[in-house]
C-alpha cells in the first residue's frame, strides 16, 4: 500500500500507546483480523495462525500438512523458493541445489511454464500435461514406499520467473494429490493480497472450483511489518491440536501487528488498490506487448 502510508503508521502508533502483549492474552484486534481476512477467501479456510514472517508461516505449513497426513514427502516445482529457515531451504530447488542437495522426501515436478517449459502454448492441454507429471511423480515415490504430505508451491512461481500456470492446473494436482493422502498448500506470500489485480488471491486465478487446503501469506500483509499468516481448514487444525503441543508464536498475533493487518485490509479497500492493479497492469501488458511485436529480442511478457 506505499511506503509509510499514514494510515498504517497511524494504527501502529495507537497501538503501540495502548497494548502489546502475547497472543496468550486475549485481544479485539486478533479476532477482527481474523475474521476480516476470512472475507477474502474461501468459507471453508477457516482457521488462522498468525506469525512474523513468511519463512515462518511455510514452516508451519509443513508441519500441519505432516501432522494432518501422517506422511512425511514433499512435491515442489522447480526454481521454487519458500523461505530462509533449514525445512525451507530443503523444499526450494533454487537454493538447496547450491547447498545441501535432494533430499530423498523431496520430489521435484516441472514448473507449468507454458513459455519455456515441457509443454508450451501449441499444446493442446498443457493443464493436464503438467499435473499429469505430478501424477507420475507420486506414482514413482509410492513404489519407493514414500508417502506424500503435500504439494508446495507459489500460486504464481516468482523465483522461476513471474509463471502463470494454465487454468486448470492446480486442480488436477490437487485432484492428485488427495488422492494420495496429501494436501496442497499455496503459498500468496509474494503474489497475495490484490497484487494479481482481478482477485484478492493470485489462486483464484485458477477458477472458483478450486480452493487450497492451506494458504500462507506474508510480504504485503503488513507493508513491511514483520506478521505472516497460515489459514486452513478446521480438520487440518484440529488434527494440528490433537497432538497435545498448543502452537504458541510469542509475536504472532500482538495486538500491534494486528491492528497493522487491520489498517493494510483498509487501505487496499478505501483506495482500491486491487482495480488498481489491474488497470495499471492491463495498460502495461498492452505496452509492453506492443513492444514483443516490434523486437524479435521480447520473447514472452508477464
Known amino acids: 500500500v506505499g511506503h509509510c502510508h499514514p494510515d498504517v503508521v497511524k494504527a501502529a502508533h495507537e497501538q503501540n500507546q495502548l497494548l502489546n502483549t502475547n497472543s496468550r ?27 512474523n514472517s513468511g519463512s515462518e508461516a511455510n514452516d508451519l505449513a509443513l508441519r500441519l500438512a505432516r501432522q494432518y497426513t501422517k506422511h512425511q514427502d514433499v512435491v515442489v516445482l522447480d526454481h521454487a523458493y519458500h523461505g530462509h529457515l533449514t525445512s ?24 507449468p511454464d ?22 507420475n511423480i507420486i506414482e514413482q515415490a509410492h513404489k519407493r514406499d514414500r508417502k506424500i504430505a503435500a504439494f508446495f508451491a507459489e500460486s504464481l512461481p516468482s ?9 486448470g492446473y492446480f486442480q488436477k494436482v490437487a485432484e492428485h494429490v488427495h488422492k494420495a493422502g496429501g494436501v496442497f498448500i499455496a503459498d500468496e506470500i509474494q503474489v497475495g493480497f490484490g497484487r494479481v489485480g482481478k482477485h484478492f488471491w493470485a489462486f483464484q486465478l485458477q477458477g472458483e472450483d478450486f480452493t487450497p487446503d492451506i494458504v500462507t501469506m506474508g510480504k504485503p500483509i503488513g507493508n513491511g511489518h514483520p506478521i505472516a499468516c497460515v489459514a486452513t481448514t478446521k480438520e487440518v ?27 493494510v ?38
Not at 93 to 107: D, S
Not at 118 to 130: F, I, M, P
Open 265 to 302: 485490509l483498509d487501505v487496499i479497500e478505501k483506495e482500491n488498490l486491487q482495480a488498481h492493479a489491474t488497470e495499471v497492469g492491463n495498460f502495461l501488458m498492452k505496452l509492453l506487448k506492443e513492444q514483443k511485436k516490434k523486437h524479435p529480442l521480447i520473447g514472452d511478457v508477464r
Open 237 to 263: 487444525a484440529e488434527a494440528f491440536a490433537a497432538t497435545g503441543v498448543e502452537y504458541f508464536n510469542t509475536f504472532g498475533g500482538n495486538p500491534v501487528s494486528c491492528a497493522i493487518g487491520l489498517a
Open 25 to 51: 492474552y486475549l485481544h479485539d484486534n486478533l479476532v477482527d483480523y481474523a475474521e476480516r481476512l476470512s472475507k477474502t477467501l474461501p468459507e471453508k479456510l477457516s482457521v488462522f495462525y498468525f506469525l
Open 114 to 135: 507454458t513459455y519455456r517449459g515441457l509443454y508450451r502454448e501449441d499444446h493442446e492441454d498443457s493443464a493436464t500435461a503438467y499435473a499429469s507429471e505430478v501424477k
Open 159 to 167: 523465483v522461476g520467473g513471474q509463471i502463470i500456470p494454465p487454468a
Open 88 to 111: 525451507l531451504i530443503d523444499i526450494s530447488p533454487y537454493k538447496f541445489r547450491n547447498l545441501g542437495g535432494q533430499k530423498e522426501w523431496v520430489h521435484v515436478a516441472p514448473v
